[in-house]
């Protein structure tokens, strides 16, 4: 059970949007920033966003991320079967005086 | 380019020790925070613990405060965590990772090693 709720699944289609949320509290997303990463079969973890919205050098701008208030929201469209994987939110929480994961998203394209 | 090597892990005892350690290069390590992150068998991310880039703090998860130490050696550009009195519970596959800051604070963790398993079993 994380701090971070995500939901446990998604599935869609080739060339469709999807959104993955992220809710959490006012110790960790309501006062910090989030970042988001993407982990394929087999392979490490890779950042995808930073700063609530930011991505990487590298990340095609198909990945975005926004926030309102103590929920976050990672959005990729033009899903290709490539992204299929593991997705994670993090910050940091000021009451455990840590980093926090979401408990992932599993992504089925 | 930026590599985060991982060494150490393997099959333990319950109640043992094992040092694991992380050899960066292509940037400069002194800048900037790093951590542990792992992931068991099947399992989500966990993070583990962060050091500042220069030491001067150190956080734990609650699971394995008073048993895990994180540290660094700038000169020798290389990350390690002593876990003593290990548990079943412990093991995963032992990622370290590179914040974009140099606090530990704001986890943008940029650069991922490959990993390491640690299996912890009678």
């Known amino acids: 059970h994380s701090v971070l709720t995500q939901p446990p699944s998604l599935s869609a289609t080739p060339g469709q949007k999807v959104t993955i949320s992220c809710s959490g509290s006012s110790s960790n997303i309501g006062n910090n920033f989030v970042s988001w990463y993407q982990q394929l079969p087999g392979t490490a973890p890779k950042l995808l966003i930073y700063?609530?919205?930011k991505r990487p050098s590298g990340i095609p701008d198909r990945f975005s991320g926004s926030k309102s208030g103590t929920s976050a929201t990672l959005g990729i469209t033009g899903l290709q079967t490539g992204d299929e994987g593991d997705y994670y939110c993090a910050t940091w929480d000021a009451s455990l005086n840590g980093v926090i994961f979401g408990g992932g998203t599993k992504l089925t394209v | 380019q930026v590599q985060l090597v991982e060494s150490g892990g393997g099959v333990v005892q319950p109640g043992t020790s094992l040092r694991l350690s992380c050899a960066a290069s292509g940037f400069t390590f002194s800048n900037y925070a790093m951590y542990w992150v792992r992931q068991a068998p099947g399992m989500g991310l966990e993070w583990v613990a962060v050091?500042?880039?220069?030491?001067?703090?150190?956080y734990y998860a609650d699971s394995v405060r008073g048993r895990f130490t994180i540290s660094r050696d700038n000169s020798e550009k290389s990350l390690y965590l002593q876990m003593n009195s290990l548990r079943g519970e412990d093991t995963a596959v032992y990622y370290c990772?590179?914040?974009?800051?140099?606090?530990?604070?704001?986890?943008?963790?940029?650069?991922w090693g490959q990993g390491t398993l640690v299996t912890v079993s009678s």
């Open positions: 700063d609530d919205n």
């Open positions: 050091i500042w880039h220069d030491g001067s703090n150190e």
């Open positions: 990772a590179k914040d974009m800051a140099a606090a530990g604070n704001v986890p943008f963790l940029d650069y």
